[in-house]
Nanobody
Framework: QVQLVESGGGLVQAGGSLRLSCAASGRTFGNNAMGWFRQAPGKEREFVAAISWSGTTYYAASVKGRFTISRNNAKNNVYLQMNSVNPEDTAIYYC?????????????????WGQGTQVTVSS
């Protein structure tokens, strides 16, 4: 079992930056691929970014070049640095973990989820 707790959400102006953190506890963290997903009101949950246990990263086209996912296995943390945000980035952001080391973009492939943190971008 892996427990995930997100933090760092809030209100930010368009063009600004925000850094989300996800603290993991429970089973060994280093062997898990991690991902960030988001869900806006009235929309389906969508992939944002993922990172394998070895550090290979993947991004949705909508955030590539603006967001950066990283992890610190010693601290059992994963991060999402969000730069040049725009109102379309407004959503609840969820941290997720897989039971395997390979990162994928399909949310059904993730076994563990945090409660989410709200990100609101004002224009």
């Amino acid at each position: 079992q892996v427990q995930l707790v997100e933090s760092g959400g809030g209100l930010v102006q368009a063009g600004g930056s925000l850094r989300l953190s996800c603290a993991a506890s429970g089973r060994t963290f280093g062997n898990n691929a991690m991902g960030w997903f988001r869900q806006a009101p009235g929309k389906e949950r969508e992939f944002v970014a993922a990172i394998s246990w070895s550090g290979t990263t993947y991004y949705a086209a909508s955030v590539k070049g603006r967001f950066t996912i990283s992890r610190n296995n010693a601290k059992n943390n994963v991060y999402l640095q969000m730069n040049s945000v725009n109102p379309e980035d407004t959503a609840i952001y969820y941290c997720a973990a897989r039971s395997t080391a390979v990162a994928v973009s399909t949310y059904l492939s993730y076994n563990y989820w945090g409660q989410g943190t709200q990100v609101t971008v004002s224009s």
